[in-house]
């Protein structure tokens, strides 16, 4: 891959220029540099529109994604038909280990936009064969109305969809684990699916086995959760994964949080080497999983962002955490934390929302209490209040160097 890239790529060229030619391999990987988002954006607002990291000539590339951009710019990227079909390869390993077969119907419940979502997973859904619902431009009570006029018995969306989705079916009248075949959900784009807590209301509310996937537009589809639900696989036979401390870039033994760190083997057309994800993972040592793989698992999937971490009173908290917490607390649909800074310390505003508009606040108060051992402001919103979320849900802000303060009487 290597050699593919140093024969075209402007990006990697300059990158590696300092490195010998004898060190441009596997058993060096620790002598490459590693490759951050920053820099990708940065080549692209310098030489747009797509920037250097581009392998082959442009009129070789057949597909163009691009990232969230819920944390900023959007990110291009390209892919020739090698590139899609290592895409759809990569997937297809995420559809084993979720049982989903050829006699399966899937409904793809996404907004086929620009973001990579769920496009990959519907090409490899196609090439096993499964009859697919193409749930684009559809409403939530469309989605279901098709899920159950069809048979669906896949549903692939993001974990706050899913949750989003059994809420608008139960006010329609709906019992989806009653009145859908759905037997397998399985989800991507954010973390959720991995959280035990969110995992399980999923189950209990779609009567179906969840299954967590981790992916990013910039890397590929790189991880599977398992029937042994401990966590999510790395799949490397296509990635060479790394963990190490963000704080000072060395390598961190099994059992220890770090930034996950991930080089994609099968993408020469758009590579990223030693890529820094910015995801907090704990691998575990390696053995034989209850399934039987014994590919790197990461325990609980990706934990969280290093970027979003909060230190509160001494306490490191991850806004993963919360969703954890949530759906615990009965009656919780959605919430939202933004940070905030007062008297040069971290704070947080945590607002939530009930389904039935119960007074919850106490409640919730003590589970964060007994949970994480803080201690927020908080505020309970009136019911469909806050955002609902298709693609990645965006639940948390970081106003820490804006000045912002809660509002009055909270």
Not at 49 to 67: C, E, K, M, S, W
Not at 82 to 110: H, I, K, P, Q, S
Not at 348 to 375: K, M, N, P
Request: glycine fraction near 10%; charge should be neutral; include cysteine.
């Amino acid at each position: 891959m290597v050699a593919e890239v140093r024969r075209g790529n402007a990006f990697y060229e300059a990158k590696w220029r300092d490195l010998p030619q004898s060190r441009l391999n596997h058993a060096h990987l620790g002598d490459f540099p590693f490759t951050r988002k920053s820099e990708l954006l940065a080549d692209q607002q310098a030489h747009p529109p797509f920037g250097g990291n581009l392998t082959y000539p442009l009129a070789d590339y057949v597909r163009i994604h691009q990232t969230s951009g819920t944390t900023g710019t959007p990110l291009r990227v390209l892919d020739t038909q090698a590139g899609w079909d290592w895409w759809a390869e990569c997937w297809r390993y995420v559809l084993d280990a979720a049982g989903v077969t050829r006699g399966d119907v899937v409904m793809l419940a996404f907004s086929f936009g620009p973001f990579i979502g769920f496009w990959a997973a519907q090409e490899a859904v196609g090439r096993l064969g499964a009859l697919m619902i193409s749930g684009g431009g559809m409403t939530s009570a469309q989605r279901l109305a098709a899920m159950r006029d069809l048979g669906a018995t896949v549903l692939l969306c993001t974990p706050s969809y899913a949750l989003h989705l059994a809420q608008v079916a139960r006010e329609g009248g709906m019992d989806p684990a009653r009145d859908l075949d759905v037997r397998v959900t399985l989800h991507a784009g954010e973390p959720g699916a991995g959280i035990p807590a969110t995992r399980e209301r999923i189950e209990r509310l779609w009567g179906a086995v969840a299954y967590d996937h981790a992916g990013a537009s910039e890397v590929g589809a790189f991880g599977f959760a398992c029937s042994a639900r401990r966590g999510v696989h790395v799949n490397e036979a296509e990635f060479i994964c790394e963990v190490i401390d963000p704080a000072t870039d060395a390598p961190l033994p099994p059992g220890h949080e770090g930034e996950l760190v991930l080089t994609n083997l099968g993408r020469a057309c758009f590579p990223v080497v030693r890529y820094r994800t910015g995801d907090v993972v704990r691998p575990l040592e390696r053995g034989r999983c209850g399934c039987g793989r014994t590919t790197l698992l990461l325990e609980g999937g990706i934990l969280g962002r290093g970027d979003d971490m909060v230190t509160v009173r001494g306490v490191n908290v991850y806004p993963s955490a919360f969703l954890e917490l949530f759906n615990r607390v009965p009656g919780i649909v959605e919430h939202r934390i933004t940070a905030y800074r007062e008297n040069h310390l971290d704070q947080l505003h945590v607002e939530f929302e009930c389904g039935d508009g119960e007074d919850r606040r106490e409640a919730v108060a003590r589970a964060i209490r007994e949970s994480l051992g803080i201690r927020v402001s908080l505020a309970q919103c009136p019911p469909a209040s806050l955002p609902r979320f298709e693609l990645k849900a965006k639940r948390f802000f970081d106003r820490r160097d804006a000045g912002w303060r809660p509002p009055m009487g909270v």
